[in-house]
């Protein structure tokens, strides 16, 4: 009897059920060998009493056939003549007893016969019900399996038991965790919000101030138009005073007073300097050099040596082979201000690199399809992806985890791209 308290009853019925269909399959086969072998020897055993009827029969047939001889032999030749007729039907009796004892003998030899092949079916059913009793063995085994089975089967209820009690408890850590990060994320929406509308404030104040270097740039450059050709007429007024000096020079020279010798010096080095200003300025505009400066001061940028820049080489042979991606590369992005690269493929991932050693840092998963397109927000902080399955979706950079699913496209999405103001 099996023992199936431990088990819930549902389990219990199923197992005895199994139980009882095994019992019966294997069983119900041998039930008719063992009905036919009860049958042979019942039929043996009426067969051996018939042939005990027969040899007794047989024998008496043989005493009476003894007998009549000896009544035969003592009858003397008057008695025979006397009793030829009744000798006739002696011999009558006795060919019908003869061939009455050759049929009986016939009937032995067919019931022997008889008895031989019953002995080879009770031989055969011997056989059987061997096969029998190891199929029976065999079953008592597939019962001790089963049972096995059993105890095997309670104990992954228990452990099933008790890792659901376990999933339950993560559950509720979990949907605590989700509550503290809603909290946080609120928290952080707030804030977001607060440094959206800084940032607001804070490009409209560059907005100003580019526009302000505009308009300062702009007068500067009318300046210096201004200054230039303020230069031209200097020039030209010098060349002028300089002729009529050299022709009035030798006439006045006995009338001038050192007073008005004075003064014409300062004039002249007056003149003398703002042609000098003008000659450095040049009429190619070499001027500008100096006001591109003072914009770069009134920029706050640093300042740099004049002159174009210097073109960059390619390298002649890659640095480094990556597979990155199965099925293909789809899309590769750079992160503003930093070192990282992402790129995304047919492999429903996004993947970032360090440009600095060339090595692999973080693999993102969330996209149901192809990932056709990638891109870095402004700050590096965010990774957004294109995908095929209708969405696009943001990850945290350092985090990996996804912070926002966007949806509203009905067919793939097939490329990304953020403000560079955001």
């Known amino acids: 009897m099996l023992q199936l308290g431990c088990c819930p009853e549902a389990l219990q019925r199923h197992v005895w059920s199994q139980v009882q269909q095994l019992h019966c399959s294997q069983t119900q086969p041998f039930e008719t060998v063992v009905a036919d072998y009860m049958a042979c020897t019942q039929q043996n055993r009426e067969l051996e009493v018939r042939v005990g009827v027969l040899d007794k029969e047989a024998a008496e047939l043989r005493d009476e056939v003894a007998a009549l001889q000896q009544r035969l ?46 002995q080879r079916a009770n031989d055969l059913l011997k056989a059987a019900s ?11 085994c597939e019962a001790l399996g089963l049972k096995a089975r059993l105890a095997e089967v309670s104990g992954q209820l228990d452990e099933e038991r008790q890792a659901r009690q376990l999933a339950a408890a993560e559950a509720e850590a979990r949907v605590a965790a989700k509550v503290s990060a809603e909290a946080e994320a609120e928290r952080l929406r707030a804030d977001n919000a607060a440094l959206e509308a800084r940032l607001c404030v804070m490009l409209a104040r560059e907005a100003e101030r580019l526009e302000q270097i505009n308009k300062m ?17 200097a020039s030209q007024l010098l060349g002028l005073l300089r002729r009529k000096g050299s022709n009035a020079s030798a006439p006045a020279s006995a009338a001038t007073t050192p007073s008005d010798t004075s003064a014409a010096a300062s004039r002249r080095t007056s003149l003398t300097d703002t042609a000098a200003a003008a000659a450095a300025v040049g009429p190619g505009g070499s001027h500008g050099a100096l006001l591109w400066g003072s914009l770069k001061q009134k920029m706050g940028l640093p300042e740099g040596a004049a002159g174009p820049p210097k073109e960059r080489q390619l390298p002649a042979a890659p ?47 969330g996209m149901l399809g192809s990932v056709n397109d990638v891109a870095f927000s402004s700050n590096g902080r965010r990774l957004l992806a294109a995908g095929g399955d209708k969405r696009l979706l943001v990850w945290g950079t350092a985090s ?23």
């Open 73 to 118: 032999a003592a009858f003397d030749e008057a008695a025979v003549r006397d009793f030829a007729a009744k000798a006739e039907g002696y011999k009558a009796d006795l060919q019908r007893a003869s061939s009455e004892l050759t049929s009986l003998l016939r009937d032995k030899s067919k019931a022997y016969e008889e008895l031989l092949s019953l």
């Open 130 to 140: 061997a096969e029998a009793a190891e199929a029976a063995e065999l079953a008592a």
């Open 217 to 233: 740039h702009e007068e500067m450059m009318g300046n210096a138009k201004r200054q230039q050709v303020e230069a031209g007429a």
């Open 319 to 365: 640095a480094k082979f990556v597979q990155a991606h199965a099925g293909g590369c789809c899309s590769l992005c750079l992160q503003p201000a930093g070192h990282l690269a992402a790129s995304c493929g047919m492999d429903k991932t996004v993947q970032t690199w360090d440009l600095n050693t060339a090595s692999h840092v973080h693999t993102y998963h």
């Open 400 to 422: 990996g985890q996804v912070v926002h699913t966007l949806t509203g496209h009905t067919n793939g999405v097939s490329c990304v791209s953020c403000s560079p103001l955001e």
